[in-house]
Each structure stands twice: as structure tokens, then as C-alpha cells.
């Protein structure tokens, strides 16, 4: 029962971190990258389906991601959605491809970016907590129930401390790269 417990809270870990990898994806530094744009929906015929869905995404340059929609009809579809998102870019149309540069983040929009991810890595490290709770509660249910004894419980709370401050401390180390991402001019 305890290596269950283990593995399924350093499964829910793992997958916190990822969600804030994902998160901090989605906060844009002054360089282009592709995933900037994953969450972006298109009208496609009527439904919306994601951008990478309907055209392919690359990068131009450092400072650009060139959107070639694979229909050429879905061109100024593709355009108005870019240009419609909260991102605050402003994609043209340069023949068969929409060319998206990121314009240089102001020193203010920076300050702002950075408290923006401090707040989604609390929010991971809170989630992270949380799970070590449910795993300590769960270990103190078997005691009560006489599925363990307290020293296997000792040793397991042990265990799931370690998780917990290994996740924390690379939710820190995630948090710290990106700060440095967003500081870099």
C-alpha cells in the first residue's frame, strides 16, 4: 500500500510541474518561440479548432514566428485570431504566410511578467503541498485502520517529505530560469 501511495503522489508531483511548465509557456519573453501561439483557437469552417491544426508554425528569427496556414483562404482567418488573442501581437500577412514579430517587452511589462510566474510557481508549490497532505492523511487512515504500523507510517511521512521539498525545489529552479528569460534583453 505505501509504495502505491509514493508512486501515485510522485505521479500528481510530476504532473504540477508540468502544468507549470506549460503555464510559464504561455507567459512570452522578448524572443519568439512557437509555443507562444499553441493556445490560440481558429474559426475553421464553423468550429474552433487550435492554430497548429489548420497552418505550420515557425520561427522566422529571433525576434519572429511566420504562420503559413495550409488553406490559403484561412489566411486572414489565422491573422484576425492572432491579432484577436490576449497577447498583444500584431501579425501581416506577407503573401502566403502571416509574419508575427514580438515586439521588446518594456522594462514595466517585465516587472509585471515576473509577478505573473512567481504567482503560478506559488500556486505549483501550493498544489504540491496539498498533495503531500492528502498522502500523509491517507498514511494516517492506514494506522488508524491497523493496514501499517506507526513506524511504517514514520518512514513513509519521511518519504513523502522528500518528494515534496524535490518538487519544491525544482518548482524554485523552473521559477528562477524564467525570471532570467524574461530579464534578458
Known amino acids: 500500500m505505501i509504495p502505491e501511495l509514493k508512486k501515485t503522489t510522485e505521479q500528481k ?46 520561427l522566422i528569427d529571433a525576434r519572429a514566428i511566420g504562420v503559413q496556414p495550409w488553406e490559403k483562404k484561412m489566411l486572414p482567418v489565422v491573422e484576425k485570431a492572432i491579432r484577436d488573442s490576449d497577447l498583444g501581437l500584431n501579425p501581416s500577412a506577407m503573401g502566403e504566410i502571416v509574419r508575427v514579430p514580438m515586439p521588446p517587452l518594456t522594462e514595466e511589462r517585465r516587472k509585471e511578467l515576473i509577478k505573473v510566474v512567481r504567482g503560478e510557481a506559488e500556486n505549483a508549490r501550493v498544489a504540491v503541498r496539498n498533495l503531500r497532505r492528502d498522502a500523509n492523511n491517507a498514511l494516517k487512515d492506514a494506522v488508524k485502520n491497523k493496514e501499517i504500523s506507526e513506524d511504517d507510517e514514520r518512514r513513509a511521512q519521511e518519504d513523502v517529505q522528500k518528494l515534496t521539498d524535490r518538487y519544491i525545489a525544482e518548482v524554485d529552479k523552473q521559477l528562477a530560469q524564467k525570471e532570467q528569460d524574461l530579464m534578458a534583453v
Not at 481558429?42 to 497552418?55: C, E, I, K, R, T
Open 13 to 58: 508531483m510530476q504532473k504540477t510541474l508540468e502544468s507549470l511548465k506549460t503555464d510559464f509557456g504561455k507567459v512570452r519573453t522578448g524572443r519568439a518561440h512557437t509555443g507562444i501561439l499553441d493556445h490560440i483557437q481558429v474559426d475553421y469552417y464553423g468550429s474552433m479548432v487550435p492554430l497548429a491544426q489548420v497552418a505550420n508554425v515557425t
